[in-house]
């Protein structure tokens, strides 16, 4: 059996999607994002969001960081972002290509998150030589971060505050914001633009989706003016999808009645019980478990016990002899799985 | 009545394919291209083309046809190209951003067509002045053409054969390659690497499937070197798909028991029947019909009577006063909706 | 004994740069631009085009030239230029590098010259579909022309007009500026921003500099807003000259007492001459002799009989028999060479 | 009075450098790196690194490094250098502008320099997980450091060892490679290519050129195979010098009989007394004093006197209240101004 909790990107694809996309399937319409479905999801994120937005889905997360990062920031800029941010470590340079020789300036802080201090500590400890120097033009936050962790509409608040006063634009990477909002008690606008986002990256593949990411633009100026920028960029970089559509009805489906805050409770309902009993069964956890990922140190004997019962997963090493296994769950666990793995540990 | 002959990207998604994704939807599997279906893909590309392969999905044909020209071209290339081929007209500039300043080097021909002589006589009156010259790297083929026509795989071999002789790389964009293929009496090996294609674009998008674009590399010694710069430079532009086995599932099913084909032959058999019949009732026709388009210049009361039945289409102005109607038909267009628009302009 | 009529850039440094050099080379003073000579060089600028204006100096003219058109046209913009134009032909795609994807579109026209009616046609005839099609933002034009020619005032400002009026921007190509101004009957000013032109590259290099060229920025929006974007890129591509004040230095020496005009008057009128000697001589011209180039087609005789007087030009070939011969006089050229040249000619 | 000590690029001209500009100012020759000084330049640099080298003027180091870099590593590649190295902190990412998307990845440590352990461990640490992550591909080194000091044969060679070994190319920064050699007792061949340096960024500039830079290829495979993407990238980034002789004439002068020791000599031999000078007056210093840069820590009453004696020079600021005061010489820097300094801190 194999019980996989390597990532949500590894999951299917709900329901919900697929019927929408099987009902897509059936029409003709009109190619480059001038279709229906299109429309609706402009108007289904304005109702999500509060606000009027702009929406340009993409096929991939890299794509929409890359583009709401080169829209945002001029080519000579830098964007602070976490050290374990995915557009650090895991997009191979991609928002430095998109951005036309953007760069990226990391900075640690402890379960994924930055704070004002150490942002505003990096801001001003590091050399400015005037035209000899990048200058800082963007922050761009995680949520919920690669750490599984979440920030505080405060914390973001506080951030983007930060950001403004200084002259740098504020982007989220929002590949897991199903997971972020999913029982917070904020709503997806106070996790949002009423925290000071600009412009976001919103994704649904990981939430259930086969593939469906889109900027989303909140900043009033850029709604006025920096939207040829994103339409030119995407269609240069071959991400505008001749069937547009069936990504917006992706969107759709999964935005409809709830689906995707439905799907990221279960996810995270599941992470909180593995963390739970992983704890109980003397496991230390690396972070929180706040949203959907459950990070532990196990030990070799442990780690040779979870993998026995068939879990897989990506393990980084540690300082001790320990692993640490970042373990996922996603819209399509299952709590049986979540249970084996518990029992597996345990009984190590 | 919408009657749809806009383009074959207005079409929905063929029955065979959503089985497939409503399949691949129930399951877990890797991410980013290292699942079950990618691997059956490259197997199943291979039993196509009668040769080993390399294949790379995308989200959408600029991608691969800018992928495929900036791994087979120098950034100081240029790519000679058909004037009204889909990279020079139709990607804002796709190819030079991708491929690092590529430039592409339009030349003239009938009916979408280039031949030897043009290439020729391209290459031998434009400047050359050593390192202040771009040198002519790559030559990209269209097939079938913009114009609806195809290429024997006589002329191609001749094209081929004349720019491996200059130093140049030949690329294929195969976006309605499947129509190119069906009732061609030439086979699919044949029409690429048997007549000298280095590197192709294959389409399923417009065939019927949702998003499926691969980058097939024929070339040995670009299967040995350069597929290390094919995987990173479609990372760092954002087009590694994290779900990719749901692109590798629809090419599966798509290419599966001659799906595509038989799609093709359809759509093809439909735009025959719609040219001869507007031919039949005294339009003329811009291009032969050889497969899913018909070019036809209709002046200003049968463009009106055929607007008016409900047809969909987009039009060019001509030196005179008619317009030249591009109809295309796709997978899913109905003999009903060609008669319906012939009667239209034979009645008009 | 050689005879150098290859070209202007084959020429020496005047004495007067060569003393105000010597000069420079004894004091210190500030890197980066923050000397005493640049700041003289902008009002020195001021001064000749009786305007405040932005003074950029780099190292080449292609450096000039692609720095000016990616600060004045966005990435995904088109240029227009003259089919001949050194941007076009000589540059290796260093404007599309340097402007991040921006593209050339290259129009005929005789004698070296763009019209407004050339310009209207191209953009009233190519194809446009939205965000499919790279949109035409600039025009650039270049003075003197590549064909030794020279537009009038009343040529730019019709041209200048045009573009503004369709939303482009206009850039010239002032490599041989001086060469357009000497003996104009019109000003700096008047051949610049007084016929609509936003920004140039001026360049004192082929006149008697070592190696001298700016971006000149005249639009006021430009001046307002533009001018990280130029500081920026400049240093991103490696022009900002650690020790700028030698560049300026030689500008503000070459600028001063109307050295510039008057090295230019010397060029061109040995071009004169060897125009009216060679069809005293019964050689065709392919061009009106405006400033410091001849162009003429030599029969191989006489161009053997040319060559074998020592005289170095380079040579395209022509649809009969004969050579187009290139001739270029400078600052640095002798009346005796000239007449040697004529002499050799006229007894072949 | 003025005492500079700001930077080396403050200085002016050396004599025999002016006298060699003089004597080119007065002949025609070749463009673009055809003429007879260029060609002598080859034979020059081939002379003083004992082995026959590729050799490309260009106008800065930023752009000799960025070309350098690009043409030695794949636009997907990452470079480690120094923390404090010029391309990290002083050229706003040209690098990664002229490298289509190259990336640098900095180390820190002691005294500018880098040690073969602390580029193990960051290789050793960093994560890496395939495609998604940039990989190493490059080291560059910088002789004389930023800190003044430099490294020894055996450094290089260690650090060039683990490199190589690693699948990285070595680049050198050579902007005051004169400092590094003279006084060293290791030749220019040892200190580079001996040492396993594949190219180098070699600078006259700071050492008493007006503006001359050259990449210098060592490694047998680039000489092979990689000069036409230099020459190519070179000119796509208009950095090949129309009047190239101009600046070959200037390192000849520089290179020949000594000219660049001696006058690195004394740059370094004034350095040494003022750091021997300052540490007698109990001035601290932060790096011991091996080239022409002094870096002194400076209380707030002493830095109010040396500027007072009118020194200028840059300073960062401390973690106590003195600052770090960076005090340059040059080949023009005079005995008597280190005096006046040290007089001046003397007294304070």
Redesign the interface.
């Known amino acids: 059996m ?1 019980v ?1 909790f ?2 949500d ?7 919900e999607v ?1 019927a929408a ?2 009902e ?9 994002g001038l279709d229906q479905a299109s429309a609706r999801l402009e108007a289904k994120m304005a109702d999500v969001f509060e606000r009027p937005v702009g929406v340009f889905p ?7 960081n ?2 709401a990062l080169a829209v945002t920031n ?3 800029g830098g964007v602070v972002c976490h050290a374990d941010a995915h557009i650090q ?6 928002p ?3 951005g ?2 953007l ?1 990226l300036h990391p900075v640690a802080g402890a379960h994924g998150k930055l704070t004002p201090d150490a942002v505003s500590r990096h801001l001003d400890t590091r ?1 400015d ?1 005037g ?4 200058p800082i033009t963007g922050l761009s936050l995680t949520n919920s971060t690669e750490a599984g962790t979440r920030y505080t509409t405060a914390e973001l608040g506080a951030l983007s505050e930060l950001a403004h006063r200084r002259g740098m634009r504020v982007h989220l990477d929002g590949a897991r914001f199903a997971n972020a909002v999913a029982g917070a008690g904020s709503s997806p606008a106070e996790l949002t633009w009423g925290a000071g986002v600009d412009i976001m990256s919103f994704g649904a ?2 939430g259930g989706a ?2 469906a990411e889109a900027i989303v633009v909140f900043a009033d100026d850029l709604l006025d003016s920096g939207t040829e ?1 994103i ?3 995407r ?9 547009q559509r ?2 917006s009805a992706q969107f759709n489906a999964w935005l409809g009645d709830g689906v995707w805050l439905g799907r990221a409770d279960h996810a995270n309902d599941l992470a909180r019980r593995l963390g739970e009993g992983l704890a109980d069964a003397g496991v230390e956890l690396a972070h929180p478990v706040e949203t959907n990922m459950v990070f532990a140190l196990l030990d070799p004997a442990t780690n040779a016990a979870a993998r026995a019962a068939g879990a897989t997963y990506y393990t ?1 090493s540690t300082p001790d002899e320990r692993v640490e296994a970042r373990l996922v769950t996603s819209w ?1 666990s299952r709590l049986a799985d979540v249970e084996a793995l518990i029992d597996a540990v345990a009984g190590a």
């Open positions: 194999e996989n390597a990532s990107n590894n999951s299917g694809v709900c329901p697929m996309l099987a897509e399937a059936e029409r003709f319409d009109a190619a480059y993409v096929a991939t997360g890299t794509a929409a890359s583009l001029p080519p000579w470590v895991d997009e191979c340079a991609a430095t290509v998109i036309s020789g760069t050399r030589s035209v000899h120097t990048v593949t990981k086969l593939a920028s339409e030119r960029l269609k240069r970089v071959g991400h505008l999808l001749s069937k069936f990504a980084e399509s």
